[in-house]
């Protein structure tokens, strides 16, 4: 393992928990824009049906990634920036 990939694990942990937070915040926003309910159902709850559940974690799983892209992608800017070099 490079010294970069070394001083970037750091960033790159930190990033990755920051991602989570913050997709589930915007998960929770857009499910109750769109649904108008509170919560998204969860799987084991008996009263919800099969297309709003798989609905919701296809929409939870869309915001995670795309917001773990931009996290990511913007701390090895970061990285860069302060380094000199891109994490590799």
């Known amino acids: 393992m490079n010294a970069n990939k070394i001083m970037y694990k750091p960033v790159g942990l930190i990033g990755g928990a920051l991602a989570g937070v913050l997709a589930g915040i915007a998960f929770k926003q857009v499910w109750r ?5 509170p919560d998204a ?8 049906h099969w297309p709003e559940i798989l609905l919701a974690a296809a929409v ?15 701390g090895a800017q970061s990285f860069r920036r ?7």
Request: proline content about 6%; glycine content about 12%; cysteine-free.
């Open 33 to 37: 824009l769109a649904s108008g309910e």
């Open 41 to 48: 159902p969860k799987a084991t709850d008996e009263s919800s």
């Open 60 to 74: 939870q799983g869309a915001i995670f990634a795309v917001v773990k892209a931009a996290v990511d992608r913007g």
């Open 82 to 88: 302060l380094t000199g070099k891109w994490p590799a």
